[in-house]
């Protein structure tokens, strides 16, 4: 198996599991914020936590996951398409290929939130 073959598969395991962290984590972070504010605790937390969301907020999650997975993969894929690269530029390039992804994983996000409230 090739080193890039390797890559991809680390890829295909990785992004999910990162969705699958930043959705526990949001809903942790969620936790904390309510413990602060009211002293609860797990088990009076998880009914109003449930009961609050509905299938609006899941699509809004599903939405913003696909583009943001969309994001991760196009921008490598785009950069990745361009020409050899010199040993100077690998620097730069690796910038390009975390930085570019990010702010426009924020920038959709940013946008996205507008239509989410009420």
């Known amino acids: 198996m090739t080193a890039q073959a390797c890559a991809w598969r680390g ?17 942790a972070g ?6 602060m504010a009211r002293s609860s ?3 009076s937390f998880i009914p109003r936590f449930i009961a609050t ?6 699509q809004w999650v599903l939405v913003k996951s696909l583009g943001s997975a969309f994001l991760i993969a196009w921008f ?6 361009g020409t050899g690269l ?10 390009r290929a975390w ?20």
Not at 53 to 58: A, F, M, R, S
Not at 76 to 81: G, K, Q, Y
């Open 86 to 95: 010199a040993p100077g530029e690998l620097a730069h390039a690796s910038f």
């Open 99 to 118: 930085f570019w992804p990010e702010l426009s994983i924020l920038t959709l996000h940013g946008l996205l939130l507008f239509p989410q409230l009420p």
């Open 11 to 27: 890829h295909l395991i990785a992004l999910p599991l990162g969705v699958a962290a930043a959705i526990i984590g949001s809903g």
């Open 53 to 58: 969301t509905d299938g609006e907020d899941l």
């Open 76 to 81: 490598p894929w785009h950069l990745a398409r």
């Open 41 to 43: 605790n797990v088990e």
């Open 30 to 35: 969620a936790f904390l914020a309510d413990a």
